[in-house]
């Protein structure tokens, strides 16, 4: 079993766009049972991450594509990576390699808060600022100082 951090939501995590924060919410609350999953747990977990993830970056493409968004083709890329990491896993799980699984897990917690933190907060400012003119303001409690979190 992985050491890894479970990832958990929390105000640390929002990014001040609703439609966003609960696509992430999803993201945090399908990736925390793949971390902990029995063996044969993993197939049904995966296929369940992998659905809502075409789903989420489906949702946060079209935000860009249909807004403007300038750097969107470094992320959309970046989207379509994961996905591909993903469904390449994904055969191999069926095949038996759990092992593949539990590093993409590892990988996909790793990967989401600095994906999040960097282009998503970053697209969260832009669909903020064609609705309403300005960056959005997120409020966020019982934030960790960045020692404590480490």
Do not use: Y
């Not at 929390?10 to 609703?18: A, E, R, S």
């Not at 594509?65 to 300038?70: A, D, E, K, M, V």
């Not at 470094?74 to 590093?103: F, Q, T, W, Y």
């Not at 590892?106 to 669909?127: C, I, Q, Y």
């Amino acid at each position: 079993m992985s050491h890894t951090a479970t990832l958990v939501w929390g105000d640390h995590l929002l990014m001040g766009h609703g439609p966003m924060d609960e696509l992430h919410e999803e993201f945090v609350e399908l990736i925390a049972p793949l971390q902990t999953a029995e063996d044969s747990e993993l197939p049904s977990l995966l296929q369940a991450m992998e659905a809502h993830l075409q789903h989420h970056f489906a949702e946060e493409d079209q935000w860009m594509l249909s807004t403007g968004f300038p750097p969107r083709d470094c992320h959309i890329d970046e989207h379509a990576a994961v996905l591909k990491s993903v469904a390449e896993v994904r055969v191999k799980l069926a095949e038996g390699n759990v092992a593949l699984c539990r590093d993409l897990t590892k990988a996909l917690v790793d990967w989401f808060p600095g994906h999040a933190t960097h282009l998503d907060s970053a697209l969260a400012h832009w669909l903020s600022k064609q609705r309403f003119g300005g960056k959005p303001v997120v409020i966020r409690r019982n934030i960790l100082s960045s020692a404590e979190s480490h």
